[in-house]
């Protein structure tokens, strides 16, 4: 074999072949250390919160001026993630503007506002309410957990109405003509305007550290890796919410159990020996907000097809529909915020709760341990007895 059939070969082993989901998983949860040692945990919404408000100040709504995305950390990472898959889909010679049928615009953006407003009250998404909210050990993390849970089942339920109601032509696109002739090979150039913008990224990234603020170029570097890792492996939080009721799977839920054990051990030992403040991360209105916020998002990321971090991988792939979701779930974030805000609605909604402070680090650490493999065993039960799989 030589050189250039060997270098062929990993190219399509790194860049064109799916990643599996239990490497994505583990790649995500250390890459979330790594942004946690940066600066703080990962998020979503915050930076889409910060579109939102730009969006309403532009057209003269908020007389507010809001912080500038590009010096934004969360609003930076969020678009490395968008960037990254966009990327890995040129690599991959997958990038494509992707039509949708009309009723799926209209569950796009009625899940947008569904996971904007959801993602308002539990002060987080599927990531910074759940995900990272779970592995700094707040409370609102797990009741959040739960809630999406419910949402996702009362989701589904709509699906199966859906599927039983509405004739399927409504549903699906038609398909292009095929005989229409090409005027010009556009896959054949996508890896090469791949490699221009990754290295566009690396020189933001140097051009933030020559300014002087190489922290807001990392987020930004970090996010183009999720999004690179999660298009790859067409990564999904949606999944451990939505498999075991409609498939019976409980591949996801292991694969998102691994990844939020090794992010969780991982910041217990940063937060132990206060390497970062222990109660950093924990901001979460216990118990209605991460609850009631997590029941709402739950529903709307099944009508999407996306969570929040999906929703940005998928744009960055050309797909038309969560184009749609990402400009209503930002426009929702950004009102019902405010609107919470300043109506002081926060405060009753819940307190944040640092685990260790009710329980102790020496029970949080095997409580945590135990509920997650407690998670997967339910999981691994249900894919082979189906008691909650309702398709």
Known sequence: MNMKTKIRKYYIAVFEQEWPSWL?????AIIALMMFLWQSPWGIAAG?????????????????????SWLHPVSLSDAGIVIGAFVSALMARQF???????????????????????????KGCNVGGFF?????????GFAMMIGLGAGAWVGLRYLLWEMEHIPSQTVYAKPKDATKAKTFDWLKIQPYIGVVVAIGIVVVFYTYAFLN?????????????IGMVMHRSRFCFVR?????????EAKMVKVVAISIIIYFTGTAVIK?????????????????????????????????????SGTLWRVG??????????????????LVSKVLLNSNLYKKLGQDMFIPDILTWQITIPFMLVFFLVWVLVAMWNEETEKFVIF
Not at 132 to 140: D, F, P
């Open 317 to 334: 792939e050309g797909q038309t529909k969560l184009m749609v979701t990402l400009v209503t779930f930002v426009l929702t974030n950004s």
């Open 48 to 68: 889409l919160n910060n579109w939102g408000d730009w969006l309403y100040y532009l057209v003269g709504a908020y007389k507010e001026r809001p912080v500038a």
């Open 272 to 308: 132990w020996a206060y390497l970062q403040e222990p109660s950093m991360g924990v901001y979460h209105p216990f118990v209605l907000g991460s609850l009631m916020g997590g029941f709402i998002f739950g529903i709307g990321m099944i009508l999407a097809g996306g969570c929040a």
């Open 213 to 225: 603020k190489t922290q807001l170029g990392g987020w930004l570097f970090f996010g183009f890796l």
């Open 240 to 248: 451990p919410f939505r498999d075991p009721f409609m498939t019976g």
């Open 24 to 28: 994505a998983g583990i790649l995500v």
């Open 96 to 122: 494509k503007i992707h039509p949708a049928p009309k009723l799926e615009y209209a569950k796009g953006i009625a899940g947008g506002i569904l996971m904007g407003a959801g993602a308002s009250m539990a």
């Open 132 to 140: 990272s909210a779970v592995a700094m050990m707040s409370a609102g």
